[in-house]
């Protein structure tokens, strides 16, 4: 007796993207492409998989990321350390390093992709989600931050989404954080009793944290803070008001927010978010800023960085909102046949239509018209070209079209020459 195999299930939080939402997908890929392609950036691609002390050198041992949220394993083959990659930065800079991209210029360069953070799934937070990185590597003014940010604006306006708020603030150097985090610290211990467990572990290692809490018996203690900003010196204050000066150019709106820090132990100077309201508790879309350390910390030459990171499914729920989107027709041509020898001419005709650019679905196996045309109209095909017995005879095929747009002088359908075929359908679809 076969003993039943148990059902596999897709692992918590890893998400199967299925043809009608992948077709979203793709379109969104499309206009972000387009969209990068605008300013200058060209595509990069680093590999999933990475040694495991590349994030924790580059994002920070005592970060949420790299405590709690990296899928690390042990090869077995050669004992090695690795890490499926959390974040893009780290990795897009190793390249950058390995490859001695900024001998002689910099680059701007972007990734797509999936991520993997073990955290707990939610809406817009998934285990495996996706992420379009976009970094300018080697440039050090402020007129880049400001660029980055202008971009992310034209973005949201290609989407039709007006409803995402600009969150500013700068880190400054590392010798201003430094005498800002002892004074933190200092605040801090005297105001243990209101910290929570979670503060209390965070206060000495990465105390900037704990000013991020969402915990609403903190927020008095954390609003009332030594501010980073108010320890910033005259360059990073400098470079700050070159960025804002920027954007009021633009006409760009922002909330200076002293609490906003990132997630990650590499930025400097510029950090920045664009948040929503209309993805619950997952508001942020869009989160980046300036790391002008990490080239030299990850083994290259000092150089200045900056970029930004966008959730994918969260940029694709808000999008869909805003347009609800429009199944994609699965072809354009769908030929309908009857008979072993009308199947066989089937297979030749539509190779012919795809040599002239034409997607063509051709009906798998036999069954009756009727069973043939709802399987045409559910395609989303914009027309049916039928191969019967008499067709085939005559060296013709009857063109039926499906959607109301293409029918011209109210002629749906219509007999063609297998000759003429091509120049029919390429002048109407």
Request: hydrophobic residues 40%; charged residues 25%; proline residues 4%.
């Amino acid at each position: 007796m076969t003993q039943s195999f148990q059902k596999v299930r897709a692992l918590t939080g890893m998400k199967d993207v299925l043809p009608d939402t992948s077709a979203q997908w793709e379109t969104l890929e499309a206009i972000v492409r387009d969209w990068l392609a605008a300013y200058g950036y060209r595509n990069m691609r680093a590999p999933v998989l990475e040694l495991t002390r590349l994030f924790t050198r580059g994002i920070g041992e005592v970060t949420d990321i790299v405590e709690k949220e990296m899928y690390s394993f042990t090869d077995a083959l050669n004992n090695e350390h690795l890490t499926l990659r959390p974040e893009f930065t780290a990795g897009m800079v190793r390249a950058c390093i390995e490859h001695n991209m900024l001998y002689d210029r910099p680059h701007r360069v972007y990734a797509l992709g999936p991520v993997f953070r073990h955290e707990k799934p939610q809406r817009g937070r998934y285990r495996q989600f996706h992420q379009i990185d976009v970094e300018a590597l080697g440039f050090a003014g402020p007129d880049i931050d400001a660029e980055l940010i202008v971009m992310l604006q034209r973005l949201w306006k290609i989407l039709g989404l007006n409803d995402i708020r600009l969150e500013l603030n700068s880190l400054g150097q590392a010798h201003e954080r430094a005498a800002h985090r002892a004074a933190l610290i200092t605040y801090l211990e005297e105001h243990k009793s209101v910290l929570d467990e979670e503060a209390q572990r965070r206060m000495y290692t990465n105390p900037l944290r704990v000013l991020d809490t969402k915990n609403p018996a903190m927020q008095a203690m954390a609003n009332n803070a030594p501010r980073l900003f108010d320890f910033l010196g005259p360059e990073s204050l400098a470079h700050f008001e070159g960025v804002c000066s920027r954007l009021a150019d633009a006409g760009i709106e922002y909330r200076l927010n002293p609490r906003l820090v990132r997630g990650l132990d590499y930025y400097n100077l510029t950090v920045f978010e664009w948040v929503t309201d209309r993805l619950g508790a997952q508001g942020t879309v869009c989160g980046g800023g300036r790391y002008d350390g990490l080239i030299e910390l990850l083994g290259g030459k000092p150089a200045p960085a900056v970029g930004f990171a966008i959730g994918m499914e969260r940029l694709l729920d808000l999008w869909t909102q805003s347009q609800p989107p429009v199944a994609a027709p699965e072809c354009q041509v769908y030929v309908i046949h009857q008979g072993d020898a009308a199947q066989r001419q089937a297979a030749c005709v539509a190779e012919t239509l795809r040599d002239a650019g034409l997607s063509v679905i051709v009906h798998a196996g036999s069954s009756g018209f009727k069973s043939q045309f709802k399987r045409a109209d559910a395609s989303g095909a914009a027309v049916a070209v039928i191969l019967g017995e008499s067709e085939l005879a005559e060296g013709k095929a009857t063109v039926k079209w499906l959607r109301q747009e293409f029918i011209t002088d109210q002629v749906q359908q219509d007999v063609v020459a297998l000759d003429q075929l091509v120049n029919v359908l390429k002048t109407r679809v």
